[in-house]
């Protein structure tokens, strides 16, 4: 009986598991994260201490919009990046310093559609990410 209470509070846990946002110091999200942030909320800024080279979102859906900021607390003056799904981005001109991950906005994104503000930031959609939404 024990077991079975275990189990579902194990498959509880990981049901409500809604992303994951990894920070690298290195550009193109190499080797092991920096920090790593698994969260089951959204409309959320993730702003670890430091500089960051690249910034990867996984475990979540394709219509999630994120976005990418050079300076801490996710301010829209502070934003290089906007996208949707999941990726590996890669700082431009400046490092990136915060991420923000949005609550489902119900759209159809189709490919990766992703803007920045030109200074040569870039997302990379691997088969992992895609190997990763929910």
Do not use: K
């Amino acid at each position: 009986m024990q077991t079975s209470s275990f189990l579902a509070v194990v498959f509880g846990a990981v049901a409500v598991h809604a992303g994951t946002v990894q920070f690298y110091t290195g550009t193109g999200c190499p080797g092991s994260a920096t920090h790593t942030y698994r969260f089951d909320d959204c409309n959320r800024c993730l702003d670890p201490p430091g500089n960051f080279g690249s910034i990867r979102f996984s475990d979540i859906a394709g219509n999630r919009r994120v976005t990418v900021h050079n300076q801490d607390r996710c301010t829209s003056a502070s934003q290089v990046g906007q996208g949707y799904g999941p990726a590996c981005w890669r700082q431009g001109a400046t490092s990136l310093r915060s991420a923000w991950v949005s609550c489902d906005l119900g759209l159809a994104a189709s490919g990766n559609t992703t803007e920045s503000d030109g200074q040569a930031i870039e997302a990379e959609v691997t088969p992992e990410d895609l190997a990763n939404v929910d």
